[in-house]
C-alpha cells in the first residue's frame, strides 16, 4: 500500500531554515509527480510545491523562491528546503501523491516559526 512518512518539522526562529522530507513506498516512486501542501487550523490545505517525475519544480507565485522542492529517486524521497521563514509560514506541511486517480496524503509535519 501507498505509504507517505514526512519529517524535519520542528520550532525555528523568523528567517530560519528547514529542510522537510517524505520518505514514500508502495509505488513506482520516480515515475510520479510528488507534491508537498501545508494547512494552518481552520483554513483550506495550501498548495507549496511540486516535483514533476523528470525533477522540474513548480510552485505558486507566493512561494517562490524561499521554498525548493526535489527529490530522490534511489531514495524514494522528496524534500522541501524552506528558507528566510516566516510566522506566517507555521502549519502542518503534508506529502501528496496522486497514484491512479487517488490522493495520498502522509501524517504531516508541525512547522512553527517564532520567537
Known amino acids: 500500500q501507498v505509504q507517505l512518512v514526512e519529517s524535519g518539522g520542528g520550532l525555528v526562529q523568523p528567517g530560519g531554515s528547514l529542510r522537510l522530507s517524505c520518505a514514500a513506498s508502495g509505488f513506482s516512486f520516480r515515475y510520479y509527480p510528488m507534491k508537498w501542501y501545508r494547512q494552518i487550523p481552520e483554513k483550506q490545505r495550501e498548495w507549496v510545491a511540486t516535483?514533476?517525475?523528470?525533477?522540474?519544480?513548480n510552485y505558486p507565485d507566493s512561494m517562490k523562491g524561499r521554498f525548493t522542492i526535489s527529490r530522490d529517486n534511489a531514495e524514494n524521497t522528496v524534500f522541501l528546503a524552506m528558507n528566510s521563514l516566516k510566522p506566517e509560514d507555521t502549519a502542518v506541511y503534508y506529502c501528496n501523491v496522486n497514484v491512479r486517480w487517488v490522493d495520498y496524503w502522509g501524517q504531516g509535519t508541525q512547522v512553527t516559526v517564532s520567537t
Open positions: 516535483v514533476t517525475a523528470a525533477g522540474s519544480a
